[in-house]
């Protein structure tokens, strides 16, 4: 059967393909290694994070997305054409309407990047959507009912908080604050404290295995290597839960302060639905232990996760493709 839609999650951290027949065909990390002498792509995904920090000078390794949106124009076009193809077989046969997913905050310049990058890798048709709108109806929200929903998508570059009701965003913020910020944070924070520099992918590590939001009675533990900065040799050290929770927690507090925003300039008849409903969060960084429970305790609104977070804003795209005609009027911009 051929794939006439696909909708795509084009994150800062990861990208996640989707098709109405299969789901989730695709999730690889945003990630493509160049070779700069000869000015081509040598690997995408999964094969080019693993390169990350072990280049030679020749090859540089990098994310052509950066909080939300396209940094380099030219790669993102590369690796968008190449996931499709990863997980459409029948991709270069038949060109597939594309549904890409797009920061709220997005301008309307960096919202063209992405159409013109879907058109060049061979769609016949690109709409984008607003990733809260997507994030939402992918948790199973019901968006189109008169009642107020409140969703927070917290992926790699960029935090969203929105208000959602009869179909559309009643207030929104976003905050160029999320996942890749608070490895950068633990990583200066083992640097400050413990004299040590490590890279991206342990700090990633570090803070999927023992990362928390809140301090908790049992810590859990964790041992890491770097390059120790006195001596330049390389330096086993221990790092616990706490101490990770320690050097987010400033990250963090940005994204409660958005979250209360957006919870102030919410009309009242809203504000007890959402009461009475609390808020869902989704995206990669809702994986991130006890954060329900810390924006619930800052601004005493229940608050809850949705089910597989990371995959709600491709699943809203899939929920969108199937309905096509119905939000083509309401949540959609195209080209």
Same mark, same amino acid.
């Given at each position: 059967?051929?794939?006439?839609?696909?909708?795509?999650?084009?994150?800062?951290?990861?990208?996640?393909?989707?098709?109405?027949?299969?789901?989730?065909?695709?999730?690889?990390?945003?990630?493509?290694? @160049?070779?700069?002498?000869?000015?081509?792509?040598?690997?995408?995904?999964?094969?080019?994070?693993?390169?990350?920090?072990?280049?030679?000078? =020749?090859?540089?390794?990098?994310?052509?997305?950066?909080?939300?949106?396209?940094?380099?124009?030219?790669?993102?076009?590369?690796?968008?054409?190449?996931?499709?193809?990863?997980?459409?077989?029948?991709?270069?046969?038949?060109?597939?309407?594309?549904?890409?997913?797009?920061?709220?905050?997005?301008?309307?310049?960096? %919202?063209?990047?992405?159409?013109?990058?879907?058109?060049?890798?061979?769609?016949?048709?690109?709409?984008?959507?607003?990733?809260?709108?997507?994030?939402?109806?992918?948790?199973?929200?019901?968006?189109?009912?008169?009642?107020?929903?409140?969703?927070?998508?917290?992926?790699?570059?960029?935090?969203?908080?929105?208000?959602?009701?009869?179909?559309?965003?009643?207030?929104?913020?976003?905050?160029?604050?999320?996942?890749?910020?608070?490895? @950068?944070?633990?990583?200066?924070?083992?640097?400050?404290?413990?004299?040590?520099?490590?890279?991206?992918?342990?700090?990633?590590?570090?803070?999927? %295995?023992?990362?928390?939001?809140?301090?908790?009675?049992?810590?859990?533990?964790?041992?890491?290597?770097?390059?120790?900065?006195?001596?330049?040799?390389?330096?086993?050290?221990?790092?616990?839960?706490?101490?990770?929770?320690?050097?987010?927690?400033?990250?963090?507090?940005?994204?409660?302060?958005?979250?209360?925003?957006?919870?102030?300039?919410?009309?009242?008849?809203?504000?007890?639905?959402?009461?009475?409903?609390?808020?869902?969060?989704?995206?990669?960084?809702?994986?991130?232990?006890?954060?329900?429970?810390?924006? =619930?305790?800052?601004?005493?609104?229940?608050?809850?996760?949705?089910?597989?977070?990371?995959?709600?804003?491709?699943?809203?795209?899939?929920?969108?493709?199937?309905?096509?005609?119905?939000?083509?009027?309401?949540?959609?911009?195209?080209?």
């Amino acid at each position: 059967m051929f794939v006439r839609k696909i909708g795509v999650d084009l994150g800062t951290c990861n990208s996640i393909v989707f098709t109405p027949q299969k789901g989730v065909v695709l999730n690889e990390p945003s990630v493509v290694a @160049v070779s700069i002498s000869e000015n081509r792509i040598l690997a995408v995904g999964r094969e080019a994070k693993e390169m990350m920090g072990r280049t030679p000078d =020749a090859i540089r390794v990098y994310r052509p997305l950066r909080d939300g949106v396209i940094a380099d124009y030219r790669v993102t076009e590369a690796m968008l054409k190449y996931f499709i193809k990863r997980g459409v077989r029948n991709f270069r046969f038949l060109k597939p309407e594309l549904l890409i997913g797009v920061p709220a905050g997005i301008t309307s310049t960096e %919202k063209r990047a992405v159409i013109e990058a879907g058109m060049t890798a061979g769609a016949r048709g690109v709409y984008v959507a607003k990733e809260p709108i997507l994030a939402a109806i992918g948790a199973g929200i019901p968006i189109n009912s008169c009642s107020g929903h409140m969703i927070i998508d917290i992926g790699g570059g960029t935090s969203e908080v929105a208000i959602i009701s009869l179909g559309g965003i009643v207030t929104c913020r976003s905050l160029r604050v999320a996942g890749d910020k608070l490895d @950068v944070a633990i990583a200066e924070y083992i640097k400050k404290k413990h004299n040590l520099a490590i890279g991206e992918q342990t700090a990633e590590e570090i803070k999927i %295995k023992i990362g928390t939001a809140l301090q908790e009675k049992e810590e859990r533990e964790m041992e890491i290597r770097g390059r120790d900065l006195i001596s330049g040799l390389p330096h086993n050290i221990k790092v616990s839960s706490g101490e990770v929770c320690e050097a987010i927690s400033e990250r963090l507090a940005e994204m409660v302060q958005v979250v209360k925003e957006v919870l102030r300039e919410t009309p009242p008849e809203l504000s007890s639905d959402i009461m009475d409903k609390g808020m869902i969060i989704s995206g990669g960084g809702a994986l991130l232990r006890n954060i329900d429970e810390l924006i =619930a305790e800052a601004t005493g609104v229940p608050c809850f996760l949705a089910e597989e977070p990371l995959f709600c804003v491709a699943k809203g795209t899939g929920a969108v493709l199937d309905n096509l005609e119905i939000y083509k009027q309401t949540i959609m911009a195209k080209r």
